[in-house]
């Protein structure tokens, strides 16, 4: 019995350890009472304090008040509705914006009397106007520096004197699954902004397709960090960071259904940086383009791919050139509508988003050959990238 009860002992000493409890000592005899019932018979309060410091609460603490609420306003116009079915009016004053929608996001560089905040595209697509709301409830407006669809990035400027922290972004080229990630930001609005919400890293280099056009069909694959740090809607464009407070990526989508829980994707803070350094610079990401519409050929049905394309029967994937933009880079080389593209600067493509990608990874001026298949005859053509500029 003496084995046992000192084994009982070390169990429930270790476990307070653990826990990160303080070892607590009572020199009364009843220590239940002591604490919890008063001398007149009265429960009350502990006053027991307890360590609840982490790793969690110490990245919270580095970052929190860099993260902010972003509020996206829009105009009513001629012939939308307002409230209680009011058509709204046509002038341009403040009063006639409203809220269409919240996101998140966080300030990230001070240059003077700018500060400097990233945010998802989506929050801010649309906006007449962007009011940016801070932990301590400051309001202020923001102007868009510059946004981009396809990384569904922007990055906004506000006035700095109301800044008093910012956030610094992390290694997302060094991360190991499984460790800890924290997502800040205003989940379904800003009544419930610097939300915190932990877990993991659950993957790296996710490659998750998205509609960017909203019709239905894929057009893009983001590369992105797997976290099951809850995120939800309002959560867009704000960090995940490391227990290091560093944003290691810009939170931007999760799967959403009844049987799925834990799965939020972030945009790699190495990938985040070199787009905001262009949006910074530029107002918008410069890239190469072809010229050219494009039409997955699994979306052609075999019977037009025979009669129409004239395609060989072992060929199963490409892009269909749709129409060819006058003075493009295709148009210059003489590429035509149903042209089919199977190959682009020596990679295999099997469809648009495919192409899109290996169009996007080339550099303006680059010289790269093309290779599709006109009324079933394979042929090659050497294009010169340009961006949509230079276009003739």
């Known amino acids: 019995m003496k084995k046992i ?15 990160g409890c303080d070892t607590l000592t009572n020199d009364t005899e009843n220590d239940n009472q002591n604490g919890v019932v008063n001398e007149d018979g009265q429960v009350t309060v502990s ?42 009016a046509t002038t341009e004053d403040e009063e006639n914006l409203l809220q269409a929608g919240t996101g998140s996001g966080a300030v990230y560089k001070v240059d003077g009397d700018t500060a400097y905040v990233f945010t998802n595209n989506h929050v801010i697509e649309g906006s007449d106007s962007i009011e940016v709301l801070f932990k301590d409830g400051t309001r202020v407006e923001a102007d868009v520096i510059g946004s981009d669809l396809w990384t569904d990035l922007a990055v906004l400027a506000i006035d700095s004197s109301d800044v008093s922290t910012v956030a610094e972004f992390g290694d997302s080229d060094n991360l190991t699954v499984g460790e800890p990630a924290v997502a800040i930001g205003s989940p379904l609005g800003t009544n419930f902004a610097s939300s915190v919400t932990s877990g993991i890293v659950s993957a790296v280099e996710r490659t998750v397709p998205v509609d960017t056009n909203m019709d239905g069909e894929m057009d893009w694959e983001m590369t992105a960090i797997q976290t099951d740090a809850a995120i939800n809607p309002g959560n867009s464009g704000g960090p995940l960071v490391n227990i290091a407070g560093q944003v290691i990526g810009i939170n931007s989508m999760k799967i959403s259904s009844s049987t799925i829980e834990g799965m939020g994707f972030s945009i790699p803070s190495n990938d985040a940086v070199d787009i905001i350094n262009q949006l910074e610079e530029n107002g918008e990401v410069v890239r190469p383009i072809l010229g050219v519409g494009m039409v997955d050929l699994s979306m052609v049905s075999p019977q037009q791919q025979q009669a129409i394309l004239n395609l060989p029967e072992d060929i199963d994937g490409g892009v269909v050139v749709a129409e060819v933009s006058t003075g493009s880079a295709a148009d210059e080389a003489g590429m035509l509508a149903n042209d089919v593209i199977v190959r682009f600067n020596d990679v295999d493509v099997q469809n648009g988003i495919e192409l899109r990608q290996e169009i996007y990874d080339a550099e303006i001026g680059e010289d790269v050959e093309v290779e599709f298949y006109r009324d079933g005859e394979l042929m090659t053509v050497n294009i010169t990238m340009r961006s949509s500029e230079e276009m003739i």
């Open 5 to 19: 009860g000192q084994s009982l002992f070390a169990l429930v000493l270790t476990s307070s350890v653990l826990a």
């Open 47 to 88: 006053e027991v304090r307890v360590d609840v410091s982490s790793g969690i609460t110490d990245a919270v603490d580095v970052i929190d008040d860099a993260v902010v609420s972003i509020i996206n306003l829009q105009r009513v116009g001629d012939n939308q509705w307002g409230w209680y079915g009011e058509t709204g």
